[in-house]
């Protein structure tokens, strides 16, 4: 039973190239999340998934989009990446549905862009 | 725009004391109260949940809520070392999956 994972841990990537982040999990769970966390600023959602086949933008979403791909993965793209993305990228999965909500997180992925 | 303030420390206390942490929130709507426990270099941990007004209870652990006054705490008994991490607050609105994080507060339990 491994939670949730994402793939990969790490990434250095140049101004302008794409890639996307993986984030799989086995709890079960309807809902996922993309956030982001920088030093200062704590941690910021950027896409969520309510359940599979619906995704909604979050508080920073420009620059990136998302795929729910089904139940288990929830994927999210930088089609152009830029030095003002480089932070750790956590995914995480929801217990309970709106309102109260439980979140559980992944392990991140640092990402750098140069 | 949903607002969660936590100070950011960082909290000192020694080994075996109470260490407590504070948090306020702005929407007064608001109905579901985290705190995670954040490791350097790793990743949110749930420790509470909190729903209602009043204290939950959980080993060492016991979180207070008070909606009148829009504020929630976590208190830590008997600190151990292995507790000094950042701790985050986070804060769900009526109806929304949206959490707010508060940017944390960095405990340091000293031996």
């Known amino acids: 039973n491994a939670g949730v994972t994402q793939t990969p841990k790490f990434q250095v990537l140049k101004t302008g190239q794409s890639m996307t982040l993986q984030c799989a999990q086995d709890m079960n769970h309807n809902s996922m999340y993309w956030y982001r966390q920088d030093p200062g600023m704590g941690l910021r959602l950027i896409y969520y998934s309510a359940s599979e086949g619906t995704t909604d933008k979050g508080e920073v979403p420009n620059g990136y989009n998302v795929s729910r791909l089904n139940k288990r993965e929830f994927s999210l793209r930088l089609e152009s990446a830029a030095p003002s993305q480089t932070s750790v990228y956590f995914c995480?999965?929801?217990?309970?549905?709106?309102?109260?909500?439980?979140?559980?997180f992944g392990p991140g992925t640092r990402l750098t862009v140069l | 725009q949903k607002e969660v303030e936590q100070n950011s420390g960082p909290l000192s206390v020694p080994e075996g004391a109470i260490a407590s942490l504070n948090c306020t929130y702005s929407d007064r709507v608001s109905q579901s109260f985290f705190w995670y426990r954040q490791y350097s270099g790793k990743s949110p941990e749930l420790i509470m949940s909190?729903?209602?007004?009043g204290d939950k209870e959980d080993g060492r652990f016991t979180a207070q809520l008070n909606k009148a006054s829009q504020y929630v705490s976590l208190l830590i008994r008997d600190s151990q070392p292995s507790d000094s991490a950042t701790y985050l607050c986070?804060?769900?609105?009526?109806?929304?999956?949206?959490?707010?994080f508060g940017k944390g507060t960095k405990l340091s339990v000293i031996p």
């Open positions: 909190i729903y209602s007004n």
């Open positions: 995480a999965t929801g217990a309970g549905g709106p309102s109260t909500d439980t979140q559980y």
């Open positions: 986070a804060v769900n609105g009526a109806g929304s999956y949206q959490l707010t």
